[in-house]
């Protein structure tokens, strides 16, 4: 893995090679997303990953996208995909301005490890749709945004965009996230299928989208924790085995 390509920032001058050893690689891949886009929404998906890309090389990417689209259901500009694994260095590896910065980029180089990630090459963790960037350039970009940041400084990210480096100071948030942000009126599973299309909004879960997953025992726990007050809740008491308790007053 070359940490000093993938913290550059050099995205564009020249273009990466497309990684074709890395796309034949054997690894679980996302099933093809429903994209419930008219052509003229198509063409603003496009456009929307389009933004981060200097005009010279639209002509190029735009073919590219556009077939990412109605191939997968999404774009994830593959093209800007790193043609190797991604692993977790260790902390003092990481060269960058700050320690909580470096933090964050291990912590989203592990979520994207093949050994961790269920669809590594679709940017998702787990849970099947827990996304930890929409797309490859937006990973490139906050990996770099991040190795450049100090700690005066705070990150602004909104699914999977990296929206801008803002002054802050020392005992801030070196990153602020939200994800899958929708109006509540319309938020039904038809329209997030649209923007997770037009590529505007994404599903972190609880750990993919906020680079903090830390396997399946988390998950274990976490639903487990569920269960356990849901039971007790229903058996109206507050014993940790309150579903037990509840069955034996019954018998």
């Not at 639209?58 to 556009?66: G, M």
Request: glycine letters at 6%; hydrophobic letters at 35%.
């Amino acid at each position: 893995m070359d940490l000093k390509d993938l913290l550059s920032g050099n995205l564009f001058d020249p273009l990466p090679e497309f990684p074709t050893k890395q796309r034949k690689a054997e690894v679980p891949h996302a099933p093809k997303r429903y994209v419930p886009l008219s052509v003229v929404e198509k063409k603003l998906a496009v456009k929307n990953v389009l933004r981060y890309v200097p005009a010279k090389h639209h002509a190029l990417l735009a073919k590219e996208f556009a077939e990412e689209l109605n191939v997968y259901g999404h774009i994830y500009a593959y093209h800007f995909m790193p043609n190797y694994d991604l692993k977790a260095p260790k902390l003092n590896e990481i060269p960058a301005k700050c320690k909580q910065a470096a933090s964050i980029i291990l912590m989203i180089l592990n979520n994207l490890d093949p050994k961790v990630a269920q669809f590594p090459q679709e940017l998702v963790t787990y849970g099947g749709n827990g996304q930890v960037f929409s797309n490859w350039i937006q990973f490139r970009l906050t990996l770099h945004y991040l190795s450049v940041m100090n700690d005066e400084q705070t990150l602004t990210m909104y699914s999977g965009h990296p929206s801008g480096l803002y002054p802050s100071h020392k005992d801030a948030p070196r990153m602020v996230i939200a994800n899958g942000m929708m109006v509540p009126n319309y938020s039904t599973k038809e329209l997030y299928d649209k923007y997770f299309a037009l590529g505007v909004t994404q599903y972190g879960q609880m750990t993919a989208g906020s680079y903090c997953y830390i396997g399946p025992q988390g998950i274990v726990h976490g639903t487990t924790i569920t269960v356990m007050n849901a039971a007790s809740t229903s058996a109206r008491t507050t014993s940790a085995d309150g579903y037990s308790s509840r069955r034996g007053s019954e018998e």
